[in-house]
């Protein structure tokens, strides 16, 4: 298939484009810079300049492709306008194609509340923090859109090598500073390697479904503590938390670093019985080793 990707060189968009290319599909990924550019044609894809800001300039070219797989995001002040622009394209595509227009959107964990003893489920409502409002506004006004056959995953907090979690773990130790988070020792994170998140992003475009909603997480909760020392010992060095408050002038409305504070479970059973998904790292242990360089 023909895949218009945005986000190709962020945390999700890196490992989804080589999950696409693997599979056999060739893939078209939106570039704001030359830079950026340079880095897609490198690992495979077609480079389209254009901006997430922007989208008339770049959707047209997209809705030519099967699927556009929707990773990229700001979390600025112009992150509401951005995706209320994109929605509104999306929206105003031709409603007489022979066929929906496949989508595959990001949404998140942190569009839903804590939940430290039951899992989130498919069938949670959503209960977004602040920051994320416009994410869960704009599926809400995509879904019933039926030119567009809407897949939606929420992924985990995503651990790659160099992005995420268990990387700014590995960093802290190795620098020798302490690990600063908003949240607290007791805090629960539930986790997915970015490896593992590709695979279900590509079942998704795979499976062509409607209205589609799972979940992509492959440890279903770990105390913040736990992580760190897994992290601590695979390095042999100390690592410490600092606790991070929020600073009393940052609206609400900008905070994204809130969802670490979030204690959370989440429920993969969803994605394995809609997608047939199995994530391959299921513990904290394989997690953190599979992404720290120097683990045993």
Not at 118 to 141: C, D, G, K
Not at 179 to 206: H, I, K, M, N, Q
Not at 274 to 283: F, M, Q, Y
């Amino acid at each position: 298939m023909q895949i218009f990707l945005t986000g190709g060189t962020g945390t999700i968009g890196r490992a989804v484009l080589a999950q696409l290319l693997a599979r056999g599909h060739s893939v078209k990924a939106l570039a704001r810079s030359a830079e950026s550019g340079a880095r897609l044609r490198a690992a495979g894809a077609q480079a389209v300049s254009g901006d997430l800001r922007e989208p008339r300039g770049w959707l047209e070219e997209a809705a030519r492709c099967d699927t556009l797989v929707h990773t990229g995001a700001t979390f600025d002040a112009q992150a509401v306008t951005v995706e209320r622009r994109l929605v509104a394209a999306l929206k105003a595509l031709p409603a007489d194609r022979p066929h929906p227009f496949n989508v595959v959107y990001t949404g998140g964990v942190w569009l839903y509340a804590a939940s430290p003893v039951v899992p989130l489920r498919e069938n949670t409502p959503f209960h977004p923090l602040p920051a994320f409002a416009h994410v869960a506004n704009a599926i809400r006004s995509l879904l019933p859109m039926r030119h567009i056959a809407l897949s939606v995953i929420h992924p985990a907090l995503v651990c790659g090598r160099e992005d995420g979690p268990v990387a700014d773990m590995r960093h802290a130790a190795e620098t020798g500073q302490a690990f600063r988070t908003r949240a607290g020792l007791d805090t629960l994170w539930p986790l997915v390697s970015d490896e593992d998140l590709a695979d279900l992003y590509v079942r998704a475009v795979e499976a062509r479904r409607y209205r589609l909603s799972t979940f992509g997480c492959g440890v279903e909760a770990v105390p913040v503590s736990t992580l760190m020392r897994l992290v601590s010992d695979s390095l042999g060095l100390r690592l410490d938390l600092e606790h991070e408050e929020r600073a009393p002038d940052l609206d609400p409305h900008h905070d994204v670093a809130a969802g670490y504070a979030l204690s959370q479970r989440v429920s993969s059973a969803g994605a394995a019985k809609l997608l047939g998904w199995s994530p391959r790292h299921t513990t904290p242990a394989d997690l953190v080793y599979a992404h720290t360089p120097v683990a045993r």
